[in-house]
Protein backbone atom coordinates (compact mmCIF):
# COMPACT_ATOMS: atom_id res chain seq x y z
CA UNK A 1 0.00 0.00 0.00
CA UNK A 2 2.89 2.08 0.87
CA UNK A 3 4.57 2.03 -2.52
CA UNK A 4 0.83 2.55 -4.38
CA UNK A 5 0.28 5.37 -2.26
CA UNK A 6 4.57 6.95 -2.79
CA UNK A 7 4.08 5.95 -6.66
CA UNK A 8 1.10 7.65 -7.51
CA UNK A 9 2.38 10.54 -5.14
CA UNK A 10 5.29 10.89 -7.49
CA UNK A 11 3.29 10.73 -10.93
CA UNK A 12 1.22 13.66 -9.38
CA UNK A 13 3.86 15.85 -9.10
CA UNK A 14 6.00 14.77 -11.72
CA UNK A 15 4.01 13.44 -14.69
CA UNK A 16 1.03 15.12 -16.41
CA UNK A 17 -2.12 13.14 -15.90
CA UNK A 18 -2.47 12.14 -19.86
CA UNK A 19 1.01 10.43 -19.40
CA UNK A 20 0.84 8.87 -16.29
CA UNK A 21 -0.11 5.36 -17.54
CA UNK A 22 2.84 4.76 -19.81
CA UNK A 23 5.13 5.61 -17.04
CA UNK A 24 3.32 3.36 -14.64
CA UNK A 25 3.55 0.56 -16.82
CA UNK A 26 6.77 0.76 -17.72
CA UNK A 27 7.80 1.11 -14.11
CA UNK A 28 5.65 -1.83 -13.14
CA UNK A 29 6.69 -4.29 -16.01
CA UNK A 30 10.37 -3.31 -15.06
CA UNK A 31 10.10 -3.93 -11.19
CA UNK A 32 8.38 -6.98 -12.29
CA UNK A 33 10.82 -8.26 -15.22
CA UNK A 34 14.31 -7.58 -13.01
CA UNK A 35 12.31 -9.38 -9.59
CA UNK A 36 12.05 -12.15 -11.75
CA UNK A 37 15.53 -12.56 -12.99
CA UNK A 38 16.79 -11.07 -9.53
CA UNK A 39 15.04 -12.92 -7.31
CA UNK A 40 13.32 -10.06 -5.59
CA UNK A 41 11.85 -6.55 -6.54
CA UNK A 42 14.45 -3.71 -6.83
CA UNK A 43 13.92 -1.37 -3.42
CA UNK A 44 11.39 -3.48 -2.22
CA UNK A 45 9.11 -1.97 -4.84
CA UNK A 46 9.79 1.28 -3.19
CA UNK A 47 11.19 3.37 -6.39
CA UNK A 48 10.67 7.04 -6.75
CA UNK A 49 10.36 7.87 -10.21
CA UNK A 50 11.21 11.83 -11.15
CA UNK A 51 11.73 14.14 -14.36
CA UNK A 52 15.13 16.02 -13.23
CA UNK A 53 17.66 17.64 -15.20
CA UNK A 54 20.95 15.46 -16.13
CA UNK A 55 23.89 15.21 -18.66
CA UNK A 56 22.88 15.95 -22.13
CA UNK A 57 23.36 12.42 -23.36
CA UNK A 58 21.46 10.82 -20.58
CA UNK A 59 17.96 9.67 -20.93
CA UNK A 60 18.11 8.16 -17.18
CA UNK A 61 19.65 7.30 -14.59
CA UNK A 62 19.45 5.61 -11.13
CA UNK A 63 20.75 5.93 -7.62
CA UNK A 64 20.16 4.41 -4.34
CA UNK A 65 21.46 5.87 -0.80
CA UNK A 66 20.95 5.88 2.25
CA UNK A 67 18.77 8.03 4.64
CA UNK A 68 20.35 9.43 7.95
CA UNK A 69 17.64 11.67 8.64
CA UNK A 70 15.21 8.61 9.64
CA UNK A 71 14.77 6.89 12.49
CA UNK A 72 15.24 3.84 10.73
CA UNK A 73 18.24 4.05 8.21
CA UNK A 74 16.23 3.08 5.11
CA UNK A 75 17.46 3.12 1.31
CA UNK A 76 16.11 5.28 -0.69
CA UNK A 77 15.85 4.57 -4.49
CA UNK A 78 14.88 7.02 -7.80
CA UNK A 79 14.94 6.78 -11.25
CA UNK A 80 15.07 9.82 -12.61
CA UNK A 81 14.19 10.95 -16.40
CA UNK A 82 15.36 13.17 -18.60
CA UNK A 83 13.14 16.37 -18.38
CA UNK A 84 14.36 17.89 -21.76
CA UNK A 85 13.60 14.71 -23.85
CA UNK A 86 9.92 14.40 -21.55
CA UNK A 87 8.38 14.75 -25.18
CA UNK A 88 9.99 12.16 -26.60
CA UNK A 89 10.18 9.94 -24.59
CA UNK A 90 6.67 10.49 -24.08
CA UNK A 91 6.18 10.42 -27.72
CA UNK A 92 7.89 6.78 -28.14
CA UNK A 93 6.32 4.28 -25.11
CA UNK A 94 9.16 1.48 -25.56
CA UNK A 95 11.86 3.85 -25.54
CA UNK A 96 10.56 5.00 -22.43
CA UNK A 97 9.57 1.95 -21.08
CA UNK A 98 13.75 0.53 -22.13
CA UNK A 99 15.28 3.46 -20.39
CA UNK A 100 13.36 2.81 -17.37
CA UNK A 101 13.81 -1.35 -17.41
CA UNK A 102 17.62 -0.16 -17.93
CA UNK A 103 17.99 1.73 -15.05
CA UNK A 104 15.95 -0.48 -12.34
CA UNK A 105 18.13 -2.83 -13.64
CA UNK A 106 21.66 -0.82 -11.95
CA UNK A 107 19.36 -0.83 -8.66
CA UNK A 108 19.60 -4.75 -8.75
CA UNK A 109 23.12 -3.84 -8.68
CA UNK A 110 23.86 -4.42 -12.66
CA UNK A 111 26.60 -2.73 -14.09
CA UNK A 112 26.78 -1.46 -17.61
CA UNK A 113 27.60 -4.74 -19.80
CA UNK A 114 30.02 -5.18 -23.05
CA UNK A 115 26.83 -7.05 -24.64
CA UNK A 116 24.93 -4.82 -27.42
CA UNK A 117 22.44 -6.71 -27.20
CA UNK A 118 21.89 -6.14 -23.85
CA UNK A 119 19.36 -4.28 -22.23
CA UNK A 120 22.55 -2.75 -19.86
CA UNK A 121 24.87 -2.23 -22.55
CA UNK A 122 25.65 1.69 -21.80
CA UNK A 123 24.20 2.56 -25.29
CA UNK A 124 21.39 0.00 -25.10
CA UNK A 125 18.43 -0.29 -27.57
CA UNK A 126 15.04 -0.13 -27.60
CA UNK A 127 13.96 -3.68 -25.90
CA UNK A 128 11.16 -5.84 -27.62
CA UNK A 129 9.73 -7.15 -24.53
CA UNK A 130 8.70 -3.54 -24.08
CA UNK A 131 6.42 -3.39 -27.41
CA UNK A 132 3.20 -3.48 -25.41
CA UNK A 133 3.20 -1.28 -23.08
Known amino acids: MRLIILTLAVLFLFVTPANAGVVW ?8 RWGQIAGFRPCGGEIIYK ?8 L ?3 LFYRRADREEFGV ?7 AS ?6 ADPQLLC ?4 HEVGH ?14 HFRFRVDERCRNI
Not at 85 to 90: M, T
Open 51 to 58: WGDLPESA
Open 107 to 120: LTGRAHSSNPNSIM
Open 25 to 32: DSAEFSEE
Open 76 to 82: VCEVTLQ
Open 60 to 62: GSA
Open 98 to 101: SVIL
Open 85 to 90: QKSRLY
